[in-house]
């Protein structure tokens, strides 16, 4: 026979369950710090930048790209029927509400390529360099990327199934990283015709729960708290009426 007191501890192992797969979806960003070389694009000769790459949650799906099983993986998203890649990107001077790219002339120009000896490449933007939602010191958004290679990161592609990259880099790649080859970085504006280069000197991979899953821990463990409270209401009452 099923009883009450069975029901009430499935339902708060259940609570258990739920709120820890609710902190399982995460976000990740990408924080690459530099100094620009010169000046152009609105940026001064030697100024300190750095830009925060949002990537998207694919909650376990594997987004479109290619995926190289000795060297690399490569998430690219070069057309607007690809699944997007970021979510948005922030950093020094930039102002606006990032938009994907909706139309081929404008297709997206953003991706990934992570090597097996700690290189990372990392890009967004949009191919006709505009339509992006996004201003850079007051001009029109285009792209910004970086290439270099860093100290203590590793990658490991050793299959052809290209990974979920919001749990890849979630699950040990989170942490500060110093560069130990830096190869190219630029910021560019007003369609490419105005760009500025810069070193990078610096990256922060962070991953922390999606705000929507706050919210839901926060919901399950209300629900758990009132149904022991209630319970113990109850047990009180029962006692009191056994005296």
Same mark, same amino acid.
């Given at each position: 026979?099923?009883?009450?007191?069975?029901?009430?501890?499935?339902?708060?192992?259940?609570?258990?369950?739920?709120?820890?797969?609710?902190?399982?979806?995460?976000?990740?960003?990408?924080?690459?710090?530099?100094?620009?070389?010169?000046?152009?694009?609105?940026?001064?000769?030697?100024?300190?930048?750095?830009?925060?790459?949002?990537?998207?949650?694919?909650?376990?799906?594997?987004?479109?790209?290619?995926?190289?099983?000795?060297? &690399?993986?490569?998430?690219?998203?070069?057309?607007?029927?690809?699944?997007?890649?970021?979510?948005?990107?922030?950093?020094?001077?930039?102002?606006?509400?990032?938009?994907?790219?909706?139309?081929?002339?404008?297709?997206?120009?953003?991706?990934? &390529?992570?090597?097996?000896?700690?290189?990372?490449?990392?890009?967004?933007?949009?191919?006709?360099?505009?339509?992006?939602?996004?201003?850079?010191?007051?001009?029109?958004?285009?792209?910004?990327?970086?290439?270099?290679?860093?100290?203590?990161?590793?990658?490991?592609?050793?299959?052809?199934?290209?990974?979920?990259?919001?749990?890849?880099?979630?699950?040990?790649?989170?942490?500060?990283?110093?560069?130990?080859?830096?190869?190219?970085?630029?910021?560019?504006? &007003?369609?490419?015709?105005?760009?500025?280069?810069?070193?990078?000197?610096?990256?922060?991979?962070?991953?922390?729960?999606?705000?929507?899953?706050?919210?839901?821990?926060?919901?399950?463990?209300?629900?758990?708290?009132?149904?022991?409270?209630?319970?113990?209401?109850?047990?009180?009452?029962?006692?009191?009426?056994?005296?």
């Amino acid at each position: 026979m099923i009883t009450l007191k069975f029901l009430r501890c499935v339902g708060l192992a259940s609570l258990v369950t739920l709120t820890a797969s609710a902190l399982k979806a995460q976000m990740v960003s990408f924080t690459v710090h530099g100094t620009t070389n010169s000046a152009g694009a609105g940026y001064a000769s030697g100024q300190a930048v750095s830009f925060t790459f949002y990537l998207q949650s694919f909650d376990g799906a594997t987004p479109t790209g290619l995926a190289t099983a000795a060297d &690399n993986y490569a998430w690219v998203e070069e057309y607007i029927t690809d699944p997007a890649i970021f979510a948005s990107i922030s950093g020094t001077g930039i102002t606006g509400s990032w938009t994907r790219p909706s139309t081929p002339s404008d297709d997206p120009a953003s991706g990934i &390529n992570a090597y097996s000896t700690g290189r990372l490449q990392m890009l967004i933007g949009a191919d006709g360099g505009t339509g992006t939602g996004l201003l850079i010191n007051g001009g029109e958004f285009s792209q910004v990327h970086f290439d270099a290679t860093f100290n203590d990161l590793t990658f490991d592609p050793i299959t052809d199934t290209l990974p979920d990259p919001s749990a890849y880099f979630a699950a040990t790649l989170a942490g500060s990283y110093t560069v130990a080859t830096h190869h190219n970085a630029y910021i560019y504006r &007003n369609g490419w015709s105005e760009h500025v280069q810069f070193t990078v000197t610096g990256l922060t991979i962070t991953a922390v729960p999606e705000p929507s899953t706050y919210a839901l821990a926060a919901g399950l463990v209300v629900l758990g708290s009132a149904a022991i409270r209630r319970r113990r209401q109850r047990r009180t009452a029962e006692r009191k009426q056994g005296c």
